[in-house]
């Protein structure tokens, strides 16, 4: 039996769990933060909260024999990515990680690239305007610097404490989203601009695709720069570098197989 651990928290981290906890010849954990309060059931042994940082996790990669390290996080989870990587090199465990390619620009739409979320707030300018914040409820925070906006704010888990805004609006909801209910939400609520991150994917692209349709703002936050580690686009693929990961070290029954 060898042991992966894979680092979540996103669809394709369980998508990707699911492939490989029906093979005899694996043990899979699933590693989540804890940052969401319900999250979707994953059908794999879950391991829950923080490591200790770099070390720590390096700690629990010896520890527990941890023979493959994948990183599965999301594409803004910087931080995460960086100890993950310093973590296998210190515990001298191979990594490979899953880097989904970032949406890119089309004809119509009206993109404000910005470095961070300060940033963003600031491109949203001086004036009053209605914001919808399709971020994270950890981001959300900074646009108390603006109070002058309406903001639609969404997330999974409910936003604690609320924004110290005079007008604001909460949503709970949980992608995938369709583009037609993405484009009803915007005119329901008379946006004038969606602040988002550059995700990737198609759970959550519906939101760009209708403020396209619209002729809305978007302000897009860039994307970090992440470590340089052996990645693969999507949860084929990657499962495809696992299993050749396994055949090039561990060979016997998978390489038989030819797995």
Known sequence: MKRILILGGTTEARQLAGKLVARADLEVT???AGRTERPVAQGVPIRTGGFGGADGLAAYLRETYIDLL??????YAAQISANAAAAAHGAGVPIVALRRRGWEPAEGDRWTLVDGVTSAVTALGSARRRVFLALGRQEVA???????????????????????VPDATYLLAR???READERALLLQHRIDVVVSKNSGGEATYAKIAAARALG??????????LPDVPSAETVEALAAMVDHFLVSHFPGPAAERGV
Do not use: C
Not at 70 to 75: E, I, N, W
Not at 142 to 164: K, T
Not at 216 to 225: G, Q
């Open 30 to 32: 699933l590693s989540l």
């Open 70 to 75: 994948v990183d599965a996080t999301h594409p």
């Open 142 to 164: 900074a646009f108390e610097a603006a109070p002058q906006h309406h903001y639609l704010i969404r997330s999974v888990d409910p936003v604690e404490p609320r924004l110290a």
């Open 175 to 177: 992608g995938p989203f």
């Open 216 to 225: 809305i703002e978007v302000v897009m936050i860039r994307r970090p720069a």
